[in-house]
C-alpha cells in the first residue's frame, strides 16, 4: 500500500544499499512528519536536531542527512503498510469485512 516514489534530494555517493542517498526536504518531508503525527518540534527532538535546523529542512532550505531521510521514510511506510486497528474500523473500505468477520 506505501508507495516507493519518494521525491527529493539525492547525491552521488551510494548508501551501504548500493542506492543513492536521500535527503528529504521540502513538502516531501512535511508530508512524511504528517503520516507520523509529529509536530516540527517532536520531529527534531528524536532526529537529534536544532529545531531551526529542521525548520530550514522543512522550508527547503536545506535537506535532512540521508540517515535521517531513511529512517524517517522506512517509519512512514510502516505506518502505511498497518495503519492504526481503530482507524480502519472508521475506513468505509474496511466496514463491510468487519461487519461479516461479527456476524
Known sequence: MASQHHTMKTTDTPSSSERPA????????????????????????????????????????????PDLSAWLLDLEAAILARPSPRKRLHDPAFQDRSLSAVS
Open 22 to 65: 536521500l535527503r528529504l526536504s521540502g513538502r516531501r518531508l512535511f508530508q512524511c512528519l504528517m503520516v507520523l503525527g509529529w509536530t516540527e518540534r517532536l520531529a527534531a527532538e528524536r532526529c537529534d536536531m536544532h529545531r531551526t535546523q529542521f525548520r530550514r529542512a522543512i522550508a527547503g532550505t536545506s535537506s535532512l542527512p
